[in-house]
């Protein structure tokens, strides 16, 4: 599974976009990025995924850029309750694989 | 979407004893199963596979007779602490897969603390 670097921490005001980046430059061909969120002391949700075009979903927006090493998830109106950590995994799809939780991102939404 | 539960929510047990948890697909059949552990402040770290059937698949590190792992049915896999020291407090979570889907589902997680 490819690398990812993400920022330890970021705030957002409750209400605004919260965008989240994650890089991986050493993705492969065949490999999606997941994005996954933990709120604290509860198991990880999944948002949503991607291949190589955006993708949104009624949670989240994926922007994958052209060359595939960088991604970033758009939380369109954040809310109180968006504050987690949010994982940015890439891997080969299919769901009977383990997932690499890297350390992730501490999203705090500021009221 | 699909709902994995986990039972007990939280557990305190004495050191020297066991504890079980168990992990249960709710709606719908998972083939697959995955145990991880996380300590306080830090990432999940996958402790092992569980495919329904057949011996669980372990990682480095993971003592296979130390987390007894047994998924019997479709439906339902267990992680059971053998002589649990409190070194082995931690976070415990599972998750599923439906098969086919490119999502995973995570149990709420196990608290247990071993005194």
């Known amino acids: 599974d490819a690398k990812t670097t993400q920022p330890t921490s970021m705030d957002c005001a409750e209400g605004r976009a919260a965008n989240l980046p994650c890089n991986h430059s050493?993705?492969?061909?065949?490999?999606?990025v997941y994005w996954y969120r933990q709120i604290h002391s509860q198991g990880p949700q999944y948002i949503i995924h991607?291949?190589?075009n955006n993708e949104t979903n009624e949670m989240a927006s994926l922007i994958i850029t052209e060359d595939r090493k960088s991604s970033t998830l758009i939380l369109p109106h954040a809310t109180l309750r968006d504050t987690a950590v949010y994982y940015c995994?890439?891997?080969?799809?299919?769901?009977?694989?383990?997932?690499?939780f890297g350390s992730g991102t501490q999203l705090t939404v500021l009221p | 979407g699909a709902v994995v539960s986990q039972h007990p929510s939280w557990v305190i047990c004495k050191s020297g004893t066991s504890v079980k948890i168990e992990c249960r697909s709710l709606?719908?059949?998972?083939?697959?199963m995955f145990w991880y552990r996380q300590f306080p402040k830090q990432s999940l770290m996958l402790m092992a596979t569980?495919?329904?059937?057949?011996?669980?698949?372990?990682e480095q590190g993971v003592e296979k007779d130390k987390f007894l792992i047994n998924h019997a049915s479709l439906t339902l896999s267990t992680l059971t602490v053998t002589s649990a020291h409190p070194e082995d407090s931690s976070f415990y979570i599972c998750s599923a897969n439906t098969g086919g889907t490119f999502e995973q589902y995570f149990g709420p997680g196990t608290r247990l603390t071993v005194t």
């Open positions: 995994i890439v891997r080969v799809g299919g769901s009977a694989r383990q997932l690499t």
């Open positions: 991607g291949l190589k």
């Open positions: 709606d719908f059949q998972a083939t697959t």
């Open positions: 569980s495919n329904e059937g057949s011996k669980a698949t372990y």
């Open positions: 050493t993705i492969s061909g065949n490999e999606y």
